[in-house]
């Protein structure tokens, strides 16, 4: 849809969406209450949109694949251990890191609402939130794992976490073969958030294609 | 934990467990995580609510999953933030804060003052022609 009505010149209006309207009324009401700040929303936003992501938990997961120390605390206190990377939950909430193995592969969702490990992970995404793999998750986690082009061996155990407010969970998956070599940051690139959610795993070094091929219709994917 | 099939009381809706998972189209690892701006604003203002101590986190959580667990839920999670604002207006309720005809008028008070706006000037609450 294009802006330019070069034909006529109608006049437009503003419209707001009710969603939109409903939360401009809110925050006029909570200032004017003093119980929130508009600068403050602002920067809640700028962080979740740009600051807070993937990339955060792919550190986490970088340093437990190079420094068996630091892997040990994940396990032990995830919360003090990916504290000590800077990343601190602002709901007060508890972090549980899953290490798949062999012969496990953990699955995380949370059945409830979407309990997610934003400080390591950012905003959920959508299809995390959604009723179908809320419940899907549980029921059918090898369905589940085969819609993300993810097959695993019919005799790995799939373990499925289900989050809650207080207790978070991330999934820390097990480190591609053949990057000896790589530091943390190489590292790091390989992590995608679906190997942090258990719904995907790690790319292979040199290609962006992950080892269950992600996106199903990866077009551009070049070599870093 | 491997958790048993959860319970109608405490899981999603009856319905969904009958829904097969679908991945939605464009829902790949670089897919924006707020499709509109009203929804970040939502997002924040729960964030922010919780810091000043209007409710606890679990309460938070506790409400969403009562909103998110309604029935006519949209299967692909695209109103899952209509779900969180119905739940930030809740708790507000809940605790005193404001109700729903406070949210109602001054959300329609912004409206009229969106549309007495000219395109492509910021839409100001003094707008509102209703405005006393």
Redesign the interface.
Known sequence: MTHDHPDHDH????????????????????VE?G???PA???A??DT??HKVG?RNGARVVAKAWSDPEFAEWLKRDATAAIASLGYMG????HMQAVFNTEDTHNLVVC?????YPWTVL???????????????????PR??LA??GLILPEDTRI????S???LRYMVVPTRPVETEGLGEDELARLV???AMIGTGLPLMPGSREPGAV??PEAGNGAAS | MSRPEPSAAAGPDAGAADTPFRLPVGSGPDAPVFAEPWQAQAFALAVALHQRGVFTWSEWAAELSRQVARPNAAQDGSDYYQHWLAAIEALLSQKGVTGSEMIDAVSHAWQRAAHATPHGQPILLENDPERA
């Open positions: 006049h437009h209006d503003n419209e707001l969406d009710p969603f939109a309207a409903r939360v401009k009324a809110l925050e006029t009401i909570l209450k119980l929130i700040d403050a929303i602002d809640i936003v979740y949109e993937p602002r709901q007060g909430e059945t409830l609402c979407s309990c950012g905003v959920p995404p959508v299809w995390y939130k959604a009723p179908p793999y809320r419940s899907q998750a549980v029921i059918n369905g589940v819609e993300f373990r499925v976490w289900d809650t407010a207080e995608t958030r679906d992600w996106p």
